[in-house]
């Protein structure tokens, strides 16, 4: 079973920016971060692969980046030019294998 810490959520201003942090306690393959609006379900935002390769959410893309440091288990969410639709909880993800798991989740928020 792996562990996982997010850090870095906020309240920020339309088109501003935020990063998240989140650390693993341990290397897994697929890396990435799912979000929740309220009211809504748990969507996928973007992951990144143990060999760099990437995915996002067609309404992310362009805005977020997703990085991660495979020597630190971590992995970064970059997010630019945030909108108010993008408020809600941001939960960490990874996979080993066939076991996925989430962290508890960080509450960004983008409102003027």
């Known amino acids: 079973q792996v562990q996982l810490v997010e850090s870095g959520g906020g309240l920020v201003k339309p088109g501003g920016s935020l990063k998240l942090s989140c650390r693993a306690s341990r290397s897994a393959y697929a890396m990435g971060w799912y979000r929740q609006a309220p009211g809504k379900e748990r969507i996928f935002t973007a992951v990144m692969l143990i060999n760099g390769a990437t995915n996002y959410d067609d309404s992310v893309r362009g805005r977020f980046s997703i990085s991660r440091d495979n020597a630190k288990n971590e992995v970064y969410l970059q997010m630019d030019f945030l909108r108010p639709e993008d408020t809600g909880i941001y939960y960490c993800?990874?996979?080993?294998?066939?076991?996925?798991?989430w962290g508890p989740g960080t509450q960004v928020t983008v409102s003027s």
């Open positions: 993800y990874s996979r080993i294998s066939t076991t996925e798991t």
